[in-house]
């Protein structure tokens, strides 16, 4: 499986943005696809994951102002991010997860490299 993010850019503090994550080698829904993010100078830090259901679940710092959809049509998995505050700030990157604790980022097989994503205050 190939992940591919896209969507980061720079963006005001209170904005929204979309990110995607298409995916090829083998359809998405067979795997429980997951967002992290990477701050600079922090550690990977899970933002939520959508199961192939369509089931979701996030961090509680995202809860409210975040969102993971999927479009099984175009093997496109999105996070939509409303509220942006300065502090999300970060590289995002979309994995598909493999066994484990969701929130481990050791618990996902295919990762893809990430998308830069800067909040100005």
């Known amino acids: 499986v190939q992940l591919q993010a896209s969507g980061g850019g720079l963006v005001q503090a209170g904005g929204s943005l979309r990110l995607s994550c298409a995916a090829s080698?083998?359809?998405?829904?067979?795997?429980?696809m997951g967002w992290f993010r990477q701050a600079p100078g922090k550690e990977r830090e899970f933002v939520g994951i959508?199961?192939?259901?369509?089931?979701?679940y996030y961090a509680d710092f995202v809860k409210g102002r975040f969102a993971i959809s999927g479009d099984n049509a175009k093997n496109t998995v999105y996070l939509q991010m409303n509220g942006l505050k300065p502090e999300d700030t970060a590289v995002y990157y979309c994995?598909?997860?493999?066994?484990?604790?969701?929130?481990?980022?050791?618990?996902?097989?295919?990762w893809g490299p990430g998308t830069l994503v800067t909040v100005s205050s």
């Open positions: 994995a598909a997860y493999s066994s484990g604790v969701y929130a481990y980022a050791s618990s996902y097989r295919y």
């Open positions: 080698g083998r359809t998405f829904s067979s795997y429980d």
């Open positions: 959508m199961g192939g259901s369509g089931s979701t």
